[in-house]
């Protein structure tokens, strides 16, 4: 399985959202995971909003209390120093969370900062 994070982005940042992903490099769209290209970095994105049904009703409503409606993003990619420079291109000014899928629901906003405090910051260790 190829590492993955979700992007659950505030309902009115979602269009903004996936217009920056469509934006950063060559992107195709395919039936299951739509491919973005950027050099050497390759990421899977999925809009189905699908990856819902793995949340539990606990991480659901916690997400709904920290941003009201939302919407999610699935992405696969292809290294976590490739996916960190896409998350830098296309969070700024978004409100959202970050789910690491390994534990931590971290907020956009965080996430940047985080990257300044910590350049290699790696969620999966």
Same mark, same amino acid.
């Given at each position: 399985?190829?590492?993955?994070?979700?992007?659950?982005? %505030? *309902?009115?940042?979602?269009? !903004?959202?996936?217009?920056? @992903?469509?934006? /950063?490099? %060559?992107?195709?769209?395919?039936?299951?995971?739509?491919?973005?290209?950027?050099?050497?970095?390759?990421?899977?994105?999925? &809009?189905? /909003?699908?990856?819902? $049904? $793995?949340? $539990?009703?606990?991480?659901? /409503?916690?997400?709904?209390?920290?941003?009201? $409606?939302?919407?999610?993003?699935?992405?696969?990619?292809?290294?976590?120093?490739?996916?960190?420079?896409? &998350? *830098? %291109?296309?969070?700024?000014?978004?409100?959202?969370? @970050?789910?690491?899928?390994?534990? !931590? @629901?971290?907020?956009?906003? !965080?996430?940047? /900062?985080?990257?300044? %405090?910590?350049?290699?910051?790696?969620?999966?260790?």
């Amino acid at each position: 399985m190829r590492p993955t994070i979700i992007l659950l982005s %505030a *309902k009115d940042g979602t269009r !903004e959202l996936v217009s920056r @992903l469509r934006d /950063a490099g %060559a992107y195709e769209t395919s039936p299951l995971f739509d491919r973005l290209t950027i050099g050497e970095c390759w990421y899977g994105v999925d &809009l189905s /909003a699908n990856v819902i $049904e $793995e949340f $539990e009703q606990d991480e659901l /409503a916690e997400i709904a209390g920290r941003l009201g $409606e939302f919407d999610p993003v699935s992405l696969e990619y292809s290294g976590v120093p490739c996916v960190r420079k896409l &998350l *830098k %291109a296309v969070l700024p000014g978004l409100t959202g969370l @970050l789910d690491t899928n390994f534990g !931590e @629901l971290v907020g956009f906003d !965080e996430v940047l /900062a985080r990257f300044v %405090a910590e350049p290699d910051w790696d969620w999966r260790v």
